[in-house]
């Protein structure tokens, strides 16, 4: 079980620090990432982590703006957001690696993850 939360309203150029809280499972185990979804547009990847945090992986769209970080002695992952834009407004999801994930492939599909909880509302204005 996963529950996102950290959102809330800000604006442009602002910053948000999302965390996700594991339970029911290894949290150090898997490897993690970042989705989100916009009104009316299919959820999208965001950003990947590995099981020890060593390796990650972003979204061309929040490279350099975005950091994912996890703290497996607290079951926790966490998306820094920096330099916040109107088109970063989504709802935001964590979700589980199903295994997917090596140092040649980056799961970025949907399919490809699990334990799907509620998300968090991010909402940037101008």
């Known amino acids: 079980q996963l529950q996102a939360s950290g959102g809330g309203l800000v604006q442009v150029g602002g910053s948000l620090r999302l965390s996700c809280a594991a339970s029911?499972?290894?949290?150090?185990?898997?490897?993690m990432g970042w989705f989100r979804q916009a009104p009316g547009r299919e959820r999208e990847f965001v950003a990947y982590i590995s099981r020890n945090g060593v390796y990650t992986y972003y979204a061309g769209s929040v490279k350099g703006r975005f950091t994912i970080s996890r703290d497996n002695a607290k079951n926790s992952l966490y998306l820094q957001m920096n330099s916040l834009k109107p088109e970063d407004t989504a709802v935001y999801y964590c979700?589980?690696?199903?295994?997917?994930?090596?140092?040649?492939?980056?799961?970025?599909?949907?399919?490809?993850?699990?334990?799907w909880g509620q998300g968090t509302q991010v909402t940037v204005s101008s």
């Open positions: 029911g499972r290894t949290f150090s185990s898997n490897a």
């Open positions: 979700a589980t690696d199903r295994g997917y994930g090596n140092l040649r492939y980056i799961p970025r599909r949907l399919d490809e993850y699990d334990g």
